[in-house]
């Protein structure tokens, strides 16, 4: 491949961000830099950014999907352990039912959104009765919300909304991340915007807050309310010694640091010049590539922050040709393998292949190009040239 002139993502940590950082850790008396205050204050300014009550930050979007799920499973409000996963994902938002002793059932995605494809999804409601629904909002492209939603009314499930690669976004009015009974989020290098590596999970349930703190931290009783801290001795008949050494939960050690939310907190005030420049750059892709290529579809006036930008070639050859045409061009690219997790071996191995048209489509056929605030009008008009080209001179010869 020639020398990488356009990479898929790029950091949104910037110099002035590495300063402030050295500054910050040089400063007297030296911080501790575990997970202390900081971690507190960029949790409470995300969920005022969201619009949620309560958000816990963890070390990976990852763990973030670890965490919904074993909350849910700790909570003891779970009917059953069924729960629908999206093909369209990543490997670690299908990963924690098998760790966790779930049974999934894997879901077509939507022609449309890429998301969960509401038919689909509701044949398997009427016949699974499954508890629990995790879904992806695919790149940033929101899923049609009200028809979830209606479903979720219908089939009283609980919604787990993976929102890792979609920060930012908003269905309609209403930001994506609110809309699960726990969504998860991750801020790796690349992403929306980045904590070097992490991820925090926000809900509006309580319960599963209180659930959410222990669990990321041991399962012990540090970093509750006093008064949730006095019920839970209450409840097990343990005197208050004082002591957070008490361990209620069978937890992980998923922490945040400060070191990590000081530069979180730096990155959420630039949160809207991050969202406006993504989303005005999906905008152009979209509107370069709409009559060339199956691309995401949303509606208009819904708002799509993305970090990559996926199109579909007309097929497996054809994606081929325009991968070799980007990367002769040095622009970085992908295939969209995760379009169908179904395909993978780790699931394959237990449930046998998931094939599904739209999902075996993403999985052959898509493949994605580079989105970052900084990428202008300009680098994406000369992108969508050279996939326009190769895809065109592939389609007169075929
Ligand atoms: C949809 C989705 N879920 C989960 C993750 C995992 O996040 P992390 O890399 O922070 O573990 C990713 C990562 O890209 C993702 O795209």
């Known amino acids: ?213 222990m669990l990321r931290s041991h399962g012990w009783i540090s970093g509750l309310s006093s008064k949730t801290r006095t019920n839970l001795l209450k409840k097990y008949k343990i005197a208050d010694t004082g002591t957070h050494f008490i361990f209620c939960e069978p937890g992980f050690n998923f922490r945040l640091t400060d070191l990590q939310a000081f530069i979180g907190i730096r990155q959420l005030e630039k949160m809207d010049w991050l969202v406006e420049n993504r989303s005005r750059n999906h905008n152009l892709y979209k509107d370069f590539l709409s009559s060339n290529f199956d691309i995401q579809e949303y509606d208009r006036s819904s708002r799509v922050c993305s970090i990559h930008f996926c199109v579909l070639a007309d097929n497996k050859e054809e994606r081929i040709k325009i991968i070799k045409a980007l990367e002769d061009s040095g622009i970085e690219t992908r295939p969209f393998t995760s379009g169908n997790q179904g395909l993978h071996p780790y699931w394959f191995r237990e449930y046998g292949k998931f094939n599904a048209p739209v999902a075996d489509r993403l999985y052959y056929c898509g493949f994605f190009l580079p989105n970052y605030p900084t990428l202008t009008t300009k680098d994406i008009k000369y992108i969508c040239s050279v996939v326009t080209k190769a895809a065109l001179k592939n389609r007169h010869e075929a």
């Open 1 to 213: 491949m020639k020398k990488i002139i356009y990479p898929l993502q790029k950091d949104t940590i910037a110099k002035e961000d590495h300063r402030a950082l050295a500054q910050w850790i040089d400063s007297d008396p030296l911080p501790r830099l575990t997970m202390g205050s900081l971690v507190k204050k960029f949790e409470d300014k995300w969920s005022d950014w969201l619009g949620v009550k309560y958000s816990i930050a963890c070390n990976s979007g990852s763990s973030a999907n670890l965490l919904m799920y074993y909350t849910l499973l700790r909570s003891g409000r779970l009917k059953n352990k069924k729960i629908i996963v999206p093909s369209a994902a990543w490997v670690t938002t299908v990963a924690p039912a098998i760790q966790l002793g779930f049974e999934p059932i894997m879901c077509e995605a939507d022609t449309k959104t890429f998301g969960l494809d509401h038919n689909h999804l509701e044949q398997l409601l009427k016949k699974h009765r499954p508890s629990t629904v995790i879904m992806v909002q695919v790149l940033g492209v929101p899923n049609d919300m009200d028809k979830i939603m209606k479903l979720k009314k219908k089939y009283k499930f609980f919604l787990l909304e993976d929102v890792c690669a979609a920060m930012g976004s908003k269905y309609k009015e209403r930001k994506l991340g609110t809309y699960g009974d726990m969504a998860s989020i991750s801020t790796y290098f690349g992403h929306q915007f980045s904590t070097i590596e992490g991820g925090l999970v926000s809900t509006n349930d309580r319960g599963f807050y209180e659930l959410l703190i």
